[in-house]
């Protein structure tokens, strides 16, 4: 890394203030030549900069030295006015002085290249920029602390500890060391199983925090999901008519419920049809309502029971709607709420609902050792990994160290400390510019 970079860290367009950031070893050169040399470091100074006689702006201007910066190279800030004119003078003084554009995430690569964060951190700073709600900033504030690495890194340690006392058996047969040592690992590989297996247990739990938990209105035609969908996203986000099938296909809205980002999906009615259209509605809403985590099960006053029935969990909840013109006790052996759009009846219980589950759901004790898939993938890789040398301790130890470091490898992936080169650029490639 031996140019410098620089981008703009605030959004572009027409504002009170752009801030163009910049890193790199000639960081203190390029200030220099706009005319802001000799820096206090991290004292906002006020100077008139300007490229060969030509005045861009007058700002502050901010110098980070190195090591003890963002990137922990020499780094500065522009403060500049929002102009598109002042951004693209500066910008164009800053290419002529030899610096680039940065590309998306180059920011945060270099600080983790730097070693001032690690990569499970370095996502945290693209999901906390990404936070909608306030679920998911703590949850990112949470990462980028180091808590989700302080549990791989336990993980790990237990894994390290199994693995040094299989293979001193291994290596140091002539010594002096107990007899059975590597069998005295099974303990600790129990306990790490168990542990693994709580971790995979609540992965659900941080990805839907960070990507959205997923309701899913399921029912016969003309039973309300429409109207009921409209309620909860509070506009007219669905078309509601009297005719059966006017749902085709499925539509999403985002919204916030509890402080938790909530993808609510309103399908087509499930019945057999001939039309191909409506047919393929169907097949649509009964593959979302298979993916969903909780689904609402919508019923008018007076439906049979139907096909929707075939898709509902333990745990998802009956909606009985039109509440205003049929007041029927609902079922003895499953959970409802009598809803009425019409009137607003129960909409506020029903929202309530929604939101203790999502709290039950998604919130916990344990910081989630699972907030993306590729963490997933690599607890999943652990724990396999581990379990086949656990399987392998009681019969031949030394294949039981070959699977212990496969799951330490794994392990140590989710952090990048080691393997981080064939995941850099899916990482990375999520990130704004400026970061």
Same mark, same amino acid.
């Given at each position: +890394?031996?140019?410098?970079?620089?981008?703009l860290?605030t959004?572009?367009?027409?504002?009170?203030?752009?801030?163009?950031?910049?890193?790199?070893?000639?960081?203190?050169?390029?200030?220099?030549?706009?005319?802001?040399?000799?820096?206090?470091?991290?004292?906002?100074?006020?100077?008139?900069?300007?490229?060969e006689?030509?005045?861009?702006?007058?700002?502050?201007?901010?110098?980070?030295p190195?090591?003890?910066?963002y990137?922990?190279?020499?780094?500065? *800030?522009?403060?500049?006015?929002?102009?598109?004119?002042v951004?693209?003078?500066a910008?164009? =003084? @800053?290419i002529?002085?030899?610096?680039?554009?940065?590309? /998306?995430?180059?920011?945060?690569?270099?600080?983790?290249?730097?070693?001032? +964060?690690?990569?499970?951190?370095?996502?945290?700073?693209?999901?906390?920029?990404?936070?909608?709600?306030?679920?998911?900033?703590?949850? %990112?504030?949470?990462?980028?602390?180091g808590?989700?690495?302080?549990s791989?890194?336990?993980?790990?340690?237990?894994?390290?500890?199994?693995?040094?006392l299989?293979? =001193?058996?291994?290596?140091f047969?002539?010594e002096?060391?107990?007899?059975?040592?590597?069998?005295?690992?099974?303990?600790? @590989?129990?306990?790490?199983?168990?542990?693994?297996?709580?971790?995979? %247990?609540?992965?659900?739990?941080?990805?839907? $925090?960070?990507?959205?938990y997923?309701?899913?209105?399921?029912?016969?035609?003309?039973?309300?999901?429409?109207?009921?969908?409209?309620?909860?996203v509070?506009?007219e986000?669905a078309?509601?008519?009297?005719? &059966?099938?006017?749902?085709?296909?499925?539509?999403?809205?985002?919204?916030v419920?509890?402080?938790?980002?909530?993808?609510?999906?309103?399908?087509?009615?499930?019945?057999?049809?001939?039309?191909?259209?409506?047919?393929?509605?169907?097949?649509? =809403?009964?593959?979302?309502?298979?993916? %969903?985590?909780l689904?609402l099960?919508?019923?008018a006053p007076?439906?049979?029971?139907?096909?929707?029935?075939?898709? $509902?969990?333990?745990?998802?909840l009956?909606?009985?709607?039109?509440?205003d013109?049929?007041?029927?006790? &609902?079922? /003895?052996?499953?959970?409802?709420?009598?809803?009425?759009? #019409?009137?607003? *009846?129960?909409?506020?219980?029903?929202?309530?609902w929604? #939101?203790?589950?999502?709290?039950?759901?998604?919130?916990?004790?344990?910081?989630p050792?699972?907030?993306?898939?590729r963490?997933?993938?690599?607890?999943?890789?652990?724990?396999?990994?581990?379990r086949?040398?656990?399987?392998?301790?009681d019969?031949? &130890?030394? +294949?039981?160290?070959?699977?212990?470091?496969r799951?330490a490898?794994?392990?140590?992936? $989710?952090?990048g400390?080691?393997? $981080?080169?064939?995941?850099?650029?899916?990482?990375?490639?999520?990130?704004?510019?400026?970061?």
């Open positions: +890394m031996t140019d410098t970079i620089f981008a860290a959004p572009p367009g027409r504002g009170a203030i752009a801030i163009l950031r910049l890193t790199g070893p000639a960081t203190d050169a390029a200030l220099a030549a706009l005319g802001a040399p000799d820096l206090k470091p991290r004292y906002a100074s006020l100077r008139t900069l300007s490229h006689g030509r005045r861009i702006d007058e700002g502050l201007v901010l110098r980070f190195g090591p003890n910066s990137t922990g190279e020499d780094s500065a *800030e522009l403060h500049l006015h929002g102009g598109r004119a951004v693209e003078a910008s164009a =003084a @800053l002529a002085l030899g610096l680039r554009p940065a590309d /998306p995430g180059e920011f945060t690569r270099r600080a983790f290249e730097n070693g001032r +964060m690690d990569l499970a951190q370095a996502e945290a700073v693209a999901d906390l920029i990404d936070a909608e709600t306030a679920a998911q900033a703590s949850q %990112a504030l949470g990462q980028l602390d808590r989700l690495s302080e791989y890194s336990g993980f790990r340690r237990d894994l390290l500890r199994a693995l040094a299989i293979e =001193a058996e291994i290596d047969p002539d002096e060391v107990p007899d059975n040592l590597a069998r005295t690992a099974g303990p600790l @590989l129990d306990g790490l199983i168990a542990d693994l297996e709580g971790a995979l %247990a609540g992965a659900h739990r941080g990805e839907r $925090v960070r990507e959205g997923r309701i899913v209105l399921i029912g016969e035609t003309n039973a309300g999901k429409s109207s009921l969908f409209n309620a909860l509070a506009r986000a078309i509601v008519t009297p005719i &059966p099938g006017t749902t085709r296909d499925v539509l999403d809205a985002d919204l419920i509890g402080g938790y980002a909530v993808t609510l999906s309103d399908t087509a009615g499930l019945r057999d049809s001939d039309d191909p259209v409506e047919a393929e509605g169907v097949r649509r =809403a009964r593959a979302r309502a298979e993916q %969903a985590d689904r099960w919508v019923r007076g439906d049979p029971e139907g096909v929707a029935a075939e898709y $509902v969990r333990p745990g998802d009956l909606v009985l709607t039109k509440a013109l049929d007041h029927a006790a &609902p079922p /003895p052996d499953r959970e409802a709420i009598s809803v009425s759009t #019409a009137t607003g *009846e129960g909409l506020a219980t029903l929202h309530d929604i #939101a203790a589950r999502l709290a039950r759901d998604l919130s916990g004790a344990d910081f050792a699972v907030t993306r898939e963490h997933r993938r690599r607890l999943e890789e652990a724990w396999a990994a581990v086949a040398g656990r399987r392998a301790l019969l031949a &130890p030394e +294949m039981a160290g070959d699977d212990l470091r799951a490898d794994a392990l140590a992936r $989710v952090t400390a080691i393997g $981080v080169e064939d995941i850099l650029g899916e990482v990375f490639a999520s990130f704004c510019i400026g970061k």
